[in-house]
């Protein structure tokens, strides 16, 4: 079985391609086996949000409401909107921002080398 580009390399799909080789004995057929159930019942187990993500998400929801109101703005025009803002790293904030531009909540307009963001 030879993987395509659209197809990504997993677990599954790797055990899958060992399994179907014609060389392993029923023993190791059998480990492989139970090993590629092990991963399908672990990949289809619901995961519930980490405390780090879940605060995250309330961040984004008081991210978009402090930016009402307000037209374009840069990470750095953010984080000066709000104490709670300032106190997090320039990083951080650009990767909630990023979130929310891939969520649909944000925009994000490019004028020049700089990227501004507003409410969609």
């Known amino acids: 079985m030879m993987n395509t580009k659209s197809e990504k390399m997993t677990y599954v799909v790797a055990l899958n391609a060992a399994i179907e080789c014609e060389a392993l004995s029923a023993e190791v ?3 492989l086996t139970a090993l590629r159930d092990q991963q399908v019942k672990r990949n289809a187990v619901d995961k519930k ?3 780090t993500q879940q605060a995250n998400e309330d961040i984004k929801v008081r991210l978009v409401e402090v ?3 307000h037209e374009q703005m840069t990470v ?3 984080q000066n909107l709000d104490e ?3 106190a997090m790293s320039n990083q951080k904030v650009a990767a909630l921002v990023r979130q929310l ?3 649909g909540k944000l ?3 490019e004028e020049g080398r700089k990227a501004y ?3 969609a």
Do not use: A, H, N, S
């Open 29 to 31: 057929r059998e480990k």
């Open 49 to 51: 949000p980490t405390k």
């Open 67 to 69: 930016m009402q109101g």
């Open 76 to 78: 750095t025009d953010i």
């Open 84 to 86: 709670e803002f300032k």
């Open 101 to 103: 531009v891939k969520d």
């Open 107 to 109: 925009l994000r307009v």
């Open 117 to 119: 963001f507003k409410v």
